[in-house]
């Protein structure tokens, strides 16, 4: 089997065509060496975690520039429903789920409701104009009400 060309060592085709069928210890590549102390130094995972920092902070920077404020609100929103099945799912796990139609009207209401105010994330997005042509703002506000207070209706009536 040939060796694979080294993309850092250019070859020419016709020393590609000698060495094809002897493997030489001059066609292996040097590995390079890593000291130690390098990679197990603190300032280096310092450096990566300001690496990160920097990245996560540059793209908290670049949704505050150019996220309209309509689509912030819902996202707002959206990370609270989070926050709340998060805590509604812990309760159930820590304290019990006595009244168990209670706990799962009020589960399914917010993962609902989640789901709908993605639906209306995507729908009112301007970069999503070309996908959804005759649905305006206001439809999709319509229709996110609408089919909220169903939601609802159905969770208020199994919980009994």
């Known amino acids: 089997m040939a060796p694979k060309k080294n993309a850092r060592e250019p070859t020419s085709s016709s020393a590609a065509t000698t060495q094809a069928g002897t493997t030489t210890a001059g066609s292996v590549p040097p590995q390079p060496k890593l000291s130690s102390t390098s990679a197990a130094t603190p300032t280096a995972s310092k450096g990566g975690a300001a690496n990160w920092d920097q990245v996560l902070q540059n793209i908290y920077h670049f949704y505050l520039k150019k ?15 989070a926050v709340v099945g998060a805590l509604q799912f812990l309760y159930c796990i820590l ?8 706990f799962l009207s009020g589960f399914c209401a917010t993962v609902g409701q989640f789901v ?5 994330r995507i729908q ?8 959804f042509p005759a649905v305006s703002p206001e439809r999709a506000f319509a229709d996110f009400v609408v089919c909220s207070l169903i939601l609802h209706f159905f969770c208020v009536n199994f919980i009994n």
């Open 67 to 81: 996220t309209p404020q309509r689509t912030r609100l819902v996202d707002a929103f959206l990370l609270f429903l």
């Open 95 to 102: 304290a019990g789920n006595y009244p168990f139609n209670a």
């Open 116 to 120: 709908l105010t993605v639906s209306l």
């Open 124 to 131: 009112t997005t301007e970069a999503n104009k070309s996908d």
